[in-house]
């Protein structure tokens, strides 16, 4: 068995899928670098990412699966599962063996059906971060947002956002995985913060005062509003569910 370890990012699992093919390597699997082991038989195979290894794979995905094939590989990746690797990979095996077949509805085979149950599981993650997200807005004019998702889908709500806001600077944070993606008015990037824990335990000193103002008066609204005769709360979390209700200024 050959494990091939490669720098956990999808360009470096492409590189990985292409590298199976030039070396012909035989019983696979394949692993991120934080999580590979050294394994008891055969040998691990560290993958330099390679660009360009990476798009001539996307370019063959593409011809096999189609770009809505590619968006559903997209989306299993980011679900971050121990195993999804080893699914895509077999899912990308059995579309070369069946060249002409679209294979993704094809759920006899085992893997898509893996494959469909994770993508299903991060649309529903993505579609939740692009409802139930809420910008602060800060002194420096940036609208900021902090999220916590169960699945890497930052990079899956980038178009979302940018559509939507095209006129505003902002900040989607993830805290879960430690990074963000910016907006300034012209591009979108990836972003880190480094003194993250400032903003997180001085909340109010960094935000602006209109925000302050803002919040309080929904609050306000939100309690006036609330008709207590009337609650339901099974059915509103069944809307809401709680582990999002983080993001709700109105829950605070």
């Keep these: 068995m050959i494990q091939l370890s490669y720098d956990n990012s999808f360009e470096g699992f492409l590189t990985a899928i292409f590298e199976i093919y030039e070396y012909k390597y035989v019983e696979v699997t394949i692993v991120k670098t934080r999580v590979s082991q050294d394994a008891l038989f055969g040998e691990t195979v560290t993958i330099i990412t390679n660009i360009e290894k990476a798009n001539r794979v996307l370019v063959k995905l593409e011809i096999l699966l189609g770009k809505y094939g590619v968006r559903q590989l997209l989306y299993a990746y980011a679900s971050e599962d121990k195993n999804v690797e080893n699914i895509m990979a077999n899912v990308i095996f059995y579309a070369i063996d069946c060249k002409g077949k679209n294979i993704m509805h094809d759920y006899s085979n085992m893997y898509v059906l893996q494959l469909s149950k994770l993508v299903k599981s991060v649309g529903r993650e993505k579609h939740r971060m692009e409802a139930f997200v809420r910008f602060e807005l800060l002194k420096d004019k940036i609208y900021f ?57 001085n909340r109010v000193a960094v935000l602006h005062d209109s925000e302050i103002n803002y919040q309080q008066l929904w609050i306000e609204y939100f309690d006036h509003t609330n008709i207590k005769e009337r609650k339901n709360t099974k059915l509103h979390l069944q809307h809401v569910p709680k582990r999002y209700w983080r993001y709700l200024t109105e829950k605070k």
Aim: aromatic share 18%; glycine share 2%.
């Design 145 to 201: 947002a902090k999220i916590h998702p169960d699945f890497d889908v930052l990079p899956l709500i980038i178009r979302h956002f940018k559509e939507r806001y095209q006129d505003q600077k902002w900040l989607i944070y993830d805290e879960r995985r430690k990074y963000g993606i910016f907006y300034d008015l012209q591009d979108v990037e990836i972003v880190t913060l480094p003194d993250q824990q400032n903003y997180f335990q």
